[in-house]
């Protein structure tokens, strides 16, 4: 297994409090966030928005440097009135940008992700805390992002030896949003486990030169690959059973209730097409997503369902073959096609063979050795 990487982040859970009393507070926080949430959160879709904490951790960041974010009275106030709020993408790259001329640092992103600590994420890194091990802090993460973060959507598989983390951002984004998030998940993770970590490649979207890529590589412990088509960490599967330091079942039980809770509430203000888009992105397979079933999860008829999404411009089949077509990129090639088939909720190879011509041109095998004639696999 390969171990590196210097921890550039300490633990930042102060041993001398009890996670009931983290709790406690966290609960009066999200329990203000539900009671709130209907004047707050239903002025708008909350794709491509972000939890407060998430967004005023990065002038505390600037504070910390010395800075003093113009804006930052904006947010400042703690009124229960302003618990639920949700931050534009825009005004956090626009921050994030404001930080990167302030401290005249092209890796501003970078430098804030490794800062991370579990406030940053809300309720979402308590949750991660109390976790038994990595495969169960993933599971969460999976789940739970949207908490933190609506801006981009995070996928996890195994393949053979190793497990890979995508994150694919809603929308063309700036890099520092791309850094950060990836250099914080890998931060807060090497402050949970009980040993030290390093991923065995990092595939970023975004351009960084040599010198960047040399910082980066160095903190990562591994290449760092730039301008691909996905944000991914490859890591090995070993890792997965590595177990947290603050593993706390019980704790992990309440704060996933907790969670859940706001969860529903928060997609409750999504528009329909975007509900399900995650509701399809979260499944473990495509084998059991009719209509009807998802309608019913919504609490809605299905006729409703297909006029609301009609408003949004946009079909249940659309979306279904959104994603179907997102897995075949990511799993061709891992896994028999039959298997394959199965996974994106064909019940015969020969109707995902014919899919599959009518999306890509060409049939499975033969796209697979485009593939690698090009070197794009």
């Not at 983290?22 to 999200?30: D, I, N, P, R, T």
């Not at 697979?368 to 070197?375: F, I, L, P, R, V």
Request: with cysteine.
């Amino acid at each position: 297994m390969r171990r590196g990487g210097d921890v550039s982040v300490a633990a930042n859970i102060d041993h001398g409090f009890s996670l009931f009393t983290v709790l406690s507070s966290v609960s009066e926080v999200y329990l203000a966030i539900l009671r709130i949430g209907d004047v707050i959160l239903s002025k708008c879709d909350m794709e491509n928005t972000l939890d407060k904490n998430y967004f005023t951790s990065v002038q505390l960041y600037l504070e910390q440097l010395g800075w003093l974010y113009e804006n930052s009275n904006q947010y400042a106030s703690n009124t229960e009135a302003e618990l639920g709020a949700r931050i534009p993408l825009a005004e956090y790259e626009q921050i994030l940008q404001v930080g990167v001329e302030l401290t005249k640092d092209p890796l501003f992103g970078f430098h804030l992700g490794q800062q991370i600590q579990s406030a940053d994420y809300g309720v979402l890194g308590y949750l991660v805390e109390s976790c038994e091990n990595l495969h169960q802090a993933l599971m969460a993460l999976l789940r739970y992002d949207q908490l933190v973060a609506s801006i981009g959507k995070a996928q996890f598989h195994q393949q053979h030896d190793w497990a890979v983390l995508d994150w694919v951002p809603n929308s063309r984004t700036s890099r520092h949003v791309i850094l950060r998030n990836m250099t914080a998940w890998v931060a807060l993770v090497r402050a949970l486990l009980t040993q030290k970590v390093a991923p065995e490649r990092v595939y970023l979207t975004c351009y960084l030169n040599n010198t960047e890529c040399s910082e980066l590589a160095l903190w990562f412990g591994c290449p760092v690959i730039v301008s691909q088509h996905c944000n991914q960490i490859v890591f090995q599967r070993a890792y997965l059973s590595l177990p947290f330091r603050r593993a706390n079942c019980v704790m992990h039980e309440a704060l996933q209730r907790l969670s859940d809770t706001a969860l529903a509430q928060l997609q409750q203000h999504h528009t329909v097409a975007t509900q399900l888009r995650i509701m399809l992105a979260a499944r473990r397979d495509l084998s059991d997503c009719q209509l009807d079933r998802l309608a019913g999860e919504l609490n809605k008829s299905v006729r409703q369902v297909q006029r609301q999404l009609k408003q949004c411009n946009t079909s249940y089949s659309q979306l279904l073959t959104e994603e179907r077509l997102r897995r075949t990129r990511d799993l061709l090639g891992t896994m028999p096609l039959a298997e394959l088939a199965r996974e994106l909720g064909f019940n015969e190879q020969a109707a995902f063979n014919k899919a599959f011509k009518r999306w890509f041109g060409c049939s499975p095998g033969k796209f697979s050795k485009q593939k690698q004639n090009t070197g794009d696999s």
